[in-house]
């Protein structure tokens, strides 16, 4: 099967600019998650998705982040204006139906590298 | 808050040289805990799962273990490609499928 496809997988831009991140997830895939990693650090969820309805942005800065899943498939991070503090590698991640997920829990793409200067 | 504490947080180790890597976790009530590879520039590569204290999962030169405290992964005689970062990882139950991650160790294995 193939894997969670995420684009870019760099992006350098200067704060206060914006930049966006793309995910597909592993097809039949309902819930869909977006983690920040900083580096040195294990992965923090945003935002969670199951279909194209949020279940859980309690980690998400409002303020300038937003996320959306039309359709129920692809997915949309974005960050408005970006800081320097954000600069950090952005994980997509699927995970299976409940019967399916014993031995799968969660498939991560290779994630979006951004470097805010 | 479920919250998931790993050492040590870098490890460095002679090929052939078996350690452990700690996991320790506080959650309302455990549903399952993970074991992640990952390699730079990667995302992270599902491992283990593990529900119940007792419980052991086996893979090549890695075996995890579960206590009601903590886990433990046990590297046997690791090789030079066994280095990466290994994340552990918590489910706590509830109407969203979320996993909490540690900060994760750095295994290096030098040849």
């Known amino acids: 099967e193939a894997g969670v496809a995420q684009s870019p997988r760099y992006k350098i831009i200067e704060k206060r600019q914006s930049v966006a991140f793309w995910c597909n997830p592993i097809?039949?895939?309902?819930?869909l998650y977006w983690y920040q990693q900083i580096l040195g650090q294990g992965p923090k969820l945003l935002i969670q998705?199951?279909?194209?309805?949020?279940?859980?942005d309690s980690q998400l800065p409002k303020d300038r982040f937003s996320a959306e899943r039309l359709k129920g498939v692809d997915s949309t991070l974005k960050i408005q204006p970006a800081k320097l503090e954000d600069s950090a590698v952005y994980l997509c991640?699927?995970?299976?139906?409940?019967?399916?997920?014993?031995?799968?829990?969660?498939?991560f793409g290779n994630g979006t590298r951004l470097t805010v200067t | 808050e479920d919250q998931v504490t790993q050492s040590p947080e870098a490890l460095r180790l002679q090929e052939g040289e078996s350690s452990s890597l700690n996991c320790s976790y506080t959650?309302?009530?455990?549903?399952?805990l993970f074991w992640y590879r990952q390699d730079p520039g990667k995302g992270p590569e599902f491992l283990f799962t593990?529900?119940?204290a007792g419980e052991e999962k086996e893979k090549e030169r890695l075996k995890a273990t579960l206590t009601k405290k903590e886990s433990f992964l046990h590297i046997t005689a690791p090789k030079p490609e066994d280095s990466a970062t290994y994340l552990c990882?918590?489910?706590?139950?509830?109407?969203?499928?979320?996993?909490?991650f540690g900060k994760g160790t750095l295994l290096t294995v030098n040849p």
């Open positions: 998705f199951q279909n194209n309805g949020v279940v859980d």
């Open positions: 959650v309302s009530g455990l549903r399952g």
């Open positions: 991640a699927s995970s299976p139906p409940v019967l399916l997920r014993r031995n799968s829990p969660l498939h």
């Open positions: 593990l529900y119940s």
């Open positions: 097809s039949g895939h309902a819930t």
């Open positions: 990882a918590v489910y706590s139950g509830g109407s969203n499928y979320k996993l909490t």
